[in-house]
């Protein structure tokens, strides 16, 4: 079992950066896949990023790439977004989420992420 807590979310300028926090519990967060996903309203959850149990493979939508970094430090159960030159489109609430290393689905198919934060909202003004 795993419980995720996100943290890090709030209002920025368009061009501002922001770093969300995906905070895990159980010891065995380091066997976890984690990945990031947001919801802007009506729309579906999409994915924005994922990295491996170990660091060694990260993956990103192509909406992110370049201006979004994700990273992970096991030994403080925390996985990291950091969100760079962000834009008004990237407004909604961003969830992190959590699945078993063996898992060969995609990193963007939600639904093959067995836990989920809460979710932390982000705003991006214009």
């Known amino acids: 079992q795993v419980q995720l807590v996100e943290s890090g979310g709030g209002l920025v300028q368009a061009g501002g950066s922001l770093r969300l926090s995906c905070a895990a519990s159980g010891r065995t967060f380091n066997t976890y896949t984690v990945g990031w996903f947001r919801q802007a309203p009506g729309l579906e959850r999409e994915f924005v990023a994922a990295i491996t149990w170990n660091g060694g493979s990260k993956t990103y939508a192509d909406s992110t790439k370049g201006r979004f970094t994700i990273s992970r430090d096991n030994a403080k159960n925390t996985v990291y977004l950091q969100m760079n030159s962000l834009k008004p489109e990237d407004t909604a609430v961003y969830y992190c989420?959590?699945?078993?290393?063996?898992?060969?689905?995609?990193?963007?198919?939600?639904?093959?992420?067995?836990?989920w934060g809460q979710g932390t909202q982000v705003t991006v003004s214009s």
């Open positions: 989420a959590a699945r078993y290393y063996t898992s060969g689905d995609s990193y963007s198919a939600r639904n093959s992420y067995d836990y």
